[in-house]
């Protein structure tokens, strides 16, 4: 079984628990505050296995699925198959502990912000996916067919003007630093592929 669906069904195994149980919510869940005072630093990875919601849970694991299976493979081509799992799985859970840092400087002395869900790690899956194919399409709201490049560029900026300007009570700092996490994760991993990513930009640009 690939580690993508392994993590998909974990993850939804471990968020409808905590649908029906408060307190694992609640010991689970991106707290900053709590962090800082308790150190409770677990929380920085378990959070991303938690959701708000069936929709939250459902939109992220569809996003994940769609895009951690052509990652996935990507890695096992350039690794082999135990080594491909096992950076693939590492890159997941590493992006979802990053994306949580910024908000634990950013919230540490604000006891009523609180965070879950996997977008951190969804978003530095999905950006290492635009690293690999930069022109394949994506559907801008599941609709508009848009580049992938131009889909993260949009998406990069968005997220870091919703992060300051909006109070929707979404992650923005997640999803963006979960996005820079991914990338520089990929590059760290395999610097040809910064290289590669270039070539693709301009070589297969859809004249």
Known sequence: ?????ILLLVTCAVSILCFNNVNLFDRL???PYQEHQNG??????TSGFVHGDYMHLIINMFVFHSFGTAVEQHFIGQFGDVGGKILFLGTYLLVIVLADIPTYFKQQEN???TAVGASGGVSGILFIYILMYPWNMLGLYAIIPVPAIIFGVLYLWYESWAAKNQNDHIGHDAHFYGAIAGIM???????AIAVEFVNKLY???PW
């Open 40 to 45: 409770e630093y677990y929380r920085w990875l």
């Open 1 to 5: 079984m690939s580690i993508t669906i």
């Open 203 to 205: 070589y297969e640009f």
């Open 185 to 191: 994760i990929a590059i760290i991993s395999r610097p």
């Open 29 to 31: 869940k991106h707290y």
């Open 111 to 113: 006891r009523y912000y």
